[in-house]
């Protein structure tokens, strides 16, 4: 399995603006393309030096394969979506990562 993870930088004035398009709109968006099985949004409990605020939405998917059919067909469409709606009020980088390895507390 690999991870799909965006990094955003967002300013504070625009942070529960952004927080309920990405709820409401953006991953749900993401997730209809039927390349991702899943997402999981974190707060980045970092304070920039830049201001803002940061959060990292990972997107697990099954290949590689479908990843880059995400960037052929649907990658474009999307960014221009959160590039508009909040242009110049962002910064963001995509990584790619492969899972290695998952443990669980035996315990829980």
């Given at each position: 399995?690999?991870?799909y993870n965006?990094?955003?930088n967002i300013?504070?004035s625009?942070e529960?603006?952004w927080l309920?398009?990405m709820?409401?709109?953006?991953?749900?968006?993401m997730?209809?393309?039927g390349?991702?099985m899943s997402?999981?949004?974190?707060?980045?409990l970092?304070?920039?030096?830049?201001g803002?605020v940061t959060?990292s939405?990972q997107?697990?998917?099954?290949?590689l394969e479908i990843?880059?059919?995400?960037?052929?067909t649907?990658?474009t469409?999307?960014?221009?979506?959160a590039?508009?709606?909040?242009?110049?009020?962002?910064?963001?980088?995509e990584?790619?990562m492969?899972?290695?390895?998952?443990?669980f507390n035996?315990?829980n």
């Open positions: 399995m690999y991870i965006i990094t955003t300013e504070a625009e529960k603006k309920d398009w709820h409401q709109t953006h991953i749900p968006e997730l209809a393309t390349k991702f997402a999981k949004m974190c707060k980045v970092v304070k920039e030096d830049m803002g959060y939405v997107y697990s998917v099954e290949n990843l880059k059919t995400y960037y052929e649907d990658a469409q999307l960014k221009n979506k590039n508009s709606k909040f242009a110049g009020k962002f910064v963001y980088f990584t790619e492969q899972l290695i390895d998952k443990q035996a315990t």
